[in-house]
């Protein structure tokens, strides 16, 4: 990067972080608006930071940098030895800017964009912050914690102008790309019904991650990391496997369903849900996590202009001994689609015009004579050519060995940070609206209720008090209102 190039952006920078003040500072109503004056040059890197450096961190970072011109330049964690880690790791030929708090980083000019890869209680907080503060933003899955957070995201998002992704990255593998384009092209007929599932049954994939043995509240920032989270003393498993527990991550259904709906809301061009309910328990791994380790829900997908009505369930099951076989089936009436990141099997099978009769049906029930007319009637109605189904086909696709869907998914957002475009392939309006319905099965196993939810809205609906509302009230007859005289 050229050093005027980097004036430039200080003094830019210094009067976005002006204006943004200024607009934090102004009454409620009043936009906090960051304008994306800057365009970055094709023939500039994209400097940027990571915040959280655990293993998704560590992958994220990774895959972005196999994007060319692009640059790590600082990264935040609140535990010392990742920090000392990523010194090692991406600072081997530089000087690599480490801190634990992340503020430091946005408050630094000359960071382009950021990677949020941080407990999912703390996404909306240090996204919100980074897109006020001029920076374009890379948020891992689930964008948000809860439902009542989303809004607050897009808002900022498009005030800001910058541009953002959403990390749920299969969705840019060539495989789901191929998925998209075949019920597109109505190779399955009309979607009745979808099930995906994503098993496991080993203790790292249960989320009991390593924890370093120098764990201490003088190695690691402990209150910083509970943030809105309820106070409670340390406890070095729920921060070096805060998935387990629902102060700071969403569960099995955050961690994992929202790749699988994601995936779906991509092949199928679909809004959302209208109807979530989900159930599970805590079958196996009991070790003092507080969210469960069988999920299954179900929900269900109003017609649009893009599809016809269907249901989907969704299933994890970190108790799996048997085979494990991660897929995702989309269901037509005229064939399937069966996919994972890296393959896929098509199978067409389209039945004939005529119903056909015998075998277990009621036909052999009827006199001859019945059966003699029948016959008659058939012939009349399906002549031989509607009696005979198109050949059973099956069409298998391959991703190419050099399709990094991590990488492209990181391509798409360094292409549209470029070009000053908000237009990425997982903006904040999709990633909510794939996190909700997911969120909404927390909510629907937690609170053990059906969930109803409007897609186009994204906003949940309270149908318990709707009906109160539009009840009509009792009329009281003049008689039994009239006083006696």
């Given at each position: 990067?050229?050093?005027?190039?980097?004036?430039?952006?200080?003094?830019?920078?210094?009067?976005?972080?002006?204006?943004?003040?200024?607009?934090?500072?102004?009454?409620?109503?009043?936009?906090?608006?960051?304008?994306?004056?800057?365009?970055?040059?094709?023939?500039?890197?994209?400097?940027?930071?990571?915040?959280?450096?655990?293993?998704?961190?560590?992958?994220?970072?990774?895959?972005?940098?196999?994007?060319?011109?692009?640059?790590?330049?600082?990264?935040?964690?609140?535990?010392?030895?990742?920090?000392?880690?990523?010194?090692?790791?991406?600072?081997?030929?530089?000087?690599?800017?480490?801190?634990?708090?992340?503020?430091?980083?946005?408050?630094?000019?000359?960071?382009?964009?950021?990677?949020?890869?941080?407990?999912?209680?703390?996404?909306?907080?240090?996204?919100?912050?980074?897109?006020?503060?001029?920076?374009?933003?890379?948020?891992?899955?689930?964008?948000?914690?809860?439902?009542?957070?989303?809004?607050?995201?897009?808002?900022?998002?498009?005030?800001?102008?910058?541009?953002?992704?959403?990390?749920?990255?299969?969705?840019?593998?060539?495989?789901?790309?191929?998925?998209?384009?075949?019920?597109?092209?109505?190779?399955?007929?009309?979607?009745?019904?979808?099930?995906?599932?994503?098993?496991?049954?080993?203790?790292?994939?249960?989320?009991?991650?390593?924890?370093?043995?120098?764990?201490?509240?003088?190695?690691?920032?402990?209150?910083?990391?509970?943030?809105?989270?309820?106070?409670?003393?340390?406890?070095?498993?729920?921060?070096?496997?805060?998935?387990?527990?629902?102060?700071?991550?969403?569960?099995?259904?955050?961690?994992?369903?929202?790749?699988?709906?994601?995936?779906?809301?991509?092949?199928?061009?679909?809004?959302?849900?209208?109807?979530?309910?989900?159930?599970?328990?805590?079958?196996?791994?009991?070790?003092?996590?507080?969210?469960?380790?069988?999920?299954?829900?179900?929900?269900?997908?109003?017609?649009?202009?893009?599809?016809?009505?269907?249901?989907?369930?969704?299933?994890?099951?970190?108790?799996?001994?048997?085979?494990?076989?991660?897929?995702?089936?989309?269901?037509?009436?005229?064939?399937?689609?069966?996919?994972?990141?890296?393959?896929?099997?098509?199978?067409?099978?389209?039945?004939?015009?005529?119903?056909?009769?015998?075998?277990?049906?009621?036909?052999?029930?009827?006199?001859?004579?019945?059966?003699?007319?029948?016959?008659?009637?058939?012939?009349?109605?399906?002549?031989?050519?509607?009696?005979?189904?198109?050949?059973?086909?099956?069409?298998?696709?391959?991703?190419?060995?050099?399709?990094?869907?991590?990488?492209?998914?990181?391509?798409?957002?360094?292409?549209?940070?470029?070009?000053?475009?908000q237009g990425t392939v997982e903006d904040p309006v999709f990633g909510f609206r794939a996190a909700a319905p997911v969120l909404a099965c927390n909510e629907?196993?937690?609170?053990?209720?059906?969930?109803?939810?409007?897609?186009?809205?994204?906003?949940?609906?309270?149908?318990?008090?709707?009906?109160?509302?539009?009840?009509?009230?009792?009329?009281?007859?003049?008689?039994?209102?009239?006083?006696?005289?």
């Open positions: 990067m050229q050093s005027n190039r980097r004036t430039f952006i200080k003094s830019l920078s210094a009067a976005s972080a002006v204006i943004a003040t200024e607009a934090v500072a102004k009454p409620f109503g009043a936009p906090a608006y960051i304008p994306n004056l800057m365009k970055i040059s094709p023939n500039d890197k994209i400097r940027f930071a990571t915040i959280g450096m655990g293993i998704q961190g560590n992958f994220d970072t990774q895959a972005a940098l196999r994007n060319p011109d692009v640059e790590l330049v600082a990264v935040a964690d609140l535990y010392n030895g990742r920090l000392e880690h990523a010194k090692t790791a991406y600072g081997k030929d530089k000087e690599l800017f480490t801190t634990r708090d992340h503020r430091e980083i946005l408050a630094r000019p000359d960071i382009d964009a950021v990677l949020v890869v941080t407990p999912d209680h703390w996404h909306d907080h240090i996204t919100i912050a980074a897109l006020k503060a001029g920076k374009h933003v890379y948020c891992e899955k689930p964008m948000v914690q809860h439902l009542n957070e989303g809004k607050a995201v897009i808002d900022a998002w498009k005030k800001s102008g910058k541009t953002m992704q959403v990390g749920s990255q299969r969705i840019s593998s060539a495989s789901f790309k191929e998925a998209k384009r075949l019920v597109e092209a109505g190779e399955i007929g009309q979607i009745n019904y979808i099930e995906s599932n994503n098993d496991r049954f080993n203790a790292i994939g249960a989320w009991q991650y390593s924890i370093p043995p120098d764990a201490s509240t003088q190695t690691l920032d402990w209150d910083r990391f509970l943030g809105d989270a309820p106070k409670r003393p340390f406890d070095e498993k729920r921060f070096f496997r805060w998935r387990n527990y629902k102060d700071y991550g969403t569960g099995v259904a955050g961690d994992l369903f929202i790749h699988l709906i994601t995936g779906v809301h991509f092949v199928t061009n679909t809004m959302g849900p209208t109807r979530i309910y989900s159930s599970g328990n805590l079958a196996y791994w009991k070790d003092g996590r507080d969210v469960p380790d069988i999920m299954a829900c179900i929900m269900d997908y109003p017609k649009t202009d893009q599809h016809e009505a269907f249901q989907m369930v969704l299933r994890v099951n970190f108790a799996n001994a048997g085979k494990i076989n991660d897929v995702t089936r989309i269901i037509g009436n005229e064939g399937q689609i069966e996919f994972s990141e890296n393959n896929l099997i098509m199978t067409k099978k389209k039945l004939p015009t005529a119903p056909g009769y015998g075998g277990y049906d009621s036909f052999f029930t009827f006199t001859e004579p019945v059966q003699q007319e029948f016959v008659k009637r058939y012939d009349s109605l399906y002549p031989p050519d509607t009696r005979k189904a198109d050949p059973v086909k099956e069409i298998r696709f391959e991703a190419p060995k050099n399709d990094d869907a991590h990488a492209k998914h990181f391509g798409d957002f360094f292409d549209n940070v470029r070009k000053g475009s629907s196993f937690f609170e053990q209720k059906v969930v109803h939810w409007d897609p186009i809205t994204m906003t949940q609906k309270n149908l318990a008090a709707s009906a109160t509302s539009t009840k009509k009230k009792p009329v009281t007859s003049a008689k039994a209102s009239t006083k006696k005289s």
